[in-house]
Nanobody, 117 residues
Framework: QVQLVESGGGLVQPGGSLRLSCVASGSIFSINFMGWYRQAPGKERELVATITSGGLTNYAESVKGRFTISRANAKNTVYLQMNSLKPEDTAVYYC???????????WGQGTQVTVSS
């Protein structure tokens, strides 16, 4: 079956940068989109950014101008470049894959991002 593995999280000071990676493996077919979501302690999981198979992107208002999502289709890999990080960006970041006509969803285990001085 499908497996998503995230990497690249860690501890960074405010204003710093991180790049997250997500690699999908298994029975991959007809990718509709891939994306990044995050969940901070005591808060709901929220959309950060998505990218469709055609390259169209969508960002949460809070990260526009700071984060960039990209994809390497041949490797079923998606990246999230995060710049100018703020303490409020602290969360577990999850990769999502949506497959096929009906957008069947798969999730990774998450990677911790902590922004603190």
């Amino acid at each position: 079956q499908v497996q998503l593995v995230e990497s690249g999280g860690g501890l960074v000071q405010p204003g710093g940068s991180l790049r997250l990676s997500c690699v999908a493996s298994g029975s991959i077919f007809s990718i509709n989109f891939m994306g990044w979501y995050r969940q901070a302690p005591g808060k709901e999981r929220e959309l950060v950014a998505t990218i469709t198979s055609g390259g169209l992107t969508n960002y949460a208002e809070s990260v526009k101008g700071r984060f960039t999502i990209s994809r390497a289709n041949a490797k079923n890999t998606v990246y999230l470049q995060m710049n100018s990080l703020k303490p409020e960006d602290t969360a577990v970041y999850y990769c999502k894959l949506a497959l096929g006509r009906y957008q069947i969803s798969y999730w990774g285990q998450g990677t911790q991002v902590t922004v603190s001085s």
